[in-house]
């Protein structure tokens, strides 16, 4: 079983930064590729970013030239730095990630509780 612990979310004012991040506890045998995605009031959970064990990264248009993901193999953490934020940012940020709990195991998608991220003046 993985579980996965979202911090950093806040309230920013328009044009502001935050860092988000999303730590893997638990057992399992490894974590593949991982994710953050955000779900606004009312809208469909969005992917942001994903990015894989190797550190091969993508973006959506919601997360393209503002946001940047990174993560941390050996403390099992995923980052996610947004930058020139907006109120159309405004959502919970949710991580996930694609883990075997054992070597013979078919992986899973694991998420997150989710934090949020509120963008106001």
């Known amino acids: 079983q993985v579980q996965l612990q979202e911090s950093g979310g806040d309230l920013v004012q328009p044009g502001g930064s935050l860092r988000l991040s999303c730590a893997a506890s638990?057992?399992?045998?490894?974590?593949?590729?991982m994710g953050w995605y955000r779900q606004s009031p009312g809208a469909s959970r969005e992917l942001v970013a994903t990015?894989?064990?190797?550190?091969?990264?993508k973006y959506t248009s919601a997360g393209e030239g503002r946001f940047t993901i990174s993560r941390h193999n050996a403390r099992n953490t995923v980052d996610l730095q947004m930058n020139n934020l907006g109120p159309e940012d405004t959502a919970v940020y949710y991580c996930?990630?694609?883990?075997?709990?054992?070597?013979?195991?078919?992986?899973?998608?694991?998420w997150g509780q989710g934090t949020q991220v509120t963008v106001s003046s």
């Open positions: 638990g057992s399992f045998f490894n974590i593949g590729t």
């Open positions: 990015i894989t064990r190797g550190g091969a990264t």
């Open positions: 996930n990630a694609n883990a075997k709990e054992s070597m013979f195991a078919d992986p899973q998608i694991y």
